[in-house]
């Protein structure tokens, strides 16, 4: 049975890379089906790539296979590897931290790395710039196609030894509920954050109840004010500040129908932070 292949990228659609991908797959095996998941990461952008896996994983089926090339290494000695999830996916991908957020949330059976005598595009081997065609998607292809096994991948490579980026906990102090601002809903401006609704639950906090949310970077304050936590968009009037479940039942900071990142200039990463404490009114 032939499986799904998702493609994630930095590449973009303005020139033929992402079509050189799709035509090496469909040469391996014409029947394979292949969706996008975003050629729009930011170039470079590793963390970026390994949020947006974790992001869409959940919802496809056992034995996708996912590719995801955001390789700012390529050409170096940073490995190749294919990874199996918990439940039975793949991630086809540079080690250099796109797994990161998989590990932590549906956890890595196993690993291995490819084997680019075996599993790369022939007549590519003077080629060290372009692996997502010549190795990541060939391999991908084969092994969706079942060419070859998973084992036939590669040497077994230890889960423990993959490469990941440092996430930050978020924690809940003196009635301060403190976490990081993960990664935007780009098209929106809205951000999302690391903090399960769960916590707000916990906290006491209910729809309707006003929260007091500072926004830092590097300890620079850049926010703050008192925000509305709401059910959606409709709880609060247009150009409004709102505190919403976001799809990944996150907490997320938005205004209706306008940008909250571009209003305030906020970014993503480990040094954005954000904190919440429940305002009596």
């Known amino acids: ?7 994630q990228t930095d590449f973009g659609l303005s020139d033929g890379a992402v079509s050189a991908m799709y035509g090496v797959a469909l040469s391996v095996d014409p029947w394979l089906q292949l969706f996008d998941l975003t050629h729009d990461i930011p170039p470079f952008h590793i963390w970026e790539a390994s949020y947006r896996l974790y992001q869409t994983i959940d919802y496809w089926p056992e034995d996708t296979v996912f590719v995801s090339v955001v390789d700012p290494g390529v050409g170096t000695d940073r490995l190749s ?4 999830t918990e439940k039975n996916q793949y991630v086809v991908t540079p080690d250099n931290g796109t797994l990161t957020h998989i590990k932590d949330s549906v956890g ?13 595009l022939p007549n590519s081997g003077e080629s060290y710039t372009f692996h997502g065609r010549d190795v990541y998607i060939y391999t991908a292809a084969r092994l969706a ?3 070859i096994t998973f084992e036939e991948v590669g040497p077994e490579h230890d889960v423990k030894d993959l490469v990941l980026l440092p996430l930050n906990e978020m924690a809940v102090k003196d009635g301060v509920i403190t976490g990081n601002i993960d990664i935007l809903d780009v098209r929106f401006g809205n951000l999302w954050t690391n903090i399960d609704r769960h916590v707000f639950k916990e906290a006491g906090i209910h729809y309707g109840d006003f929260l007091e949310v500072t926004i830092e970077n590097n300890q620079r304050h850049l926010y703050k004010n008192m925000i509305k936590f709401g059910r959606s968009f409709a709880d609060s009037r ?5 505190l ?5 039942d996150k907490i997320g900071v938005a205004i209706n129908q306008g940008s909250f990142a571009k209003a305030y200039h ?9 904190s919440f404490r429940k305002v009596e009114m």
């Open 145 to 147: 196609s079942g060419i």
């Open 266 to 274: 906020i970014e993503t990463g480990a040094n954005w932070k954000i």
């Open 108 to 120: 890595i059976m196993e690993a291995r790395v490819i084997d680019e005598k075996v599993n790369r």
């Open 244 to 248: 919403f479940v976001n799809s990944l």
């Open 81 to 84: 590897v294919v990874v199996k």
């Open 238 to 242: 247009l150009g409004e500040p709102l």
């Open 1 to 7: 049975m032939r499986k799904h292949i998702v493609l």
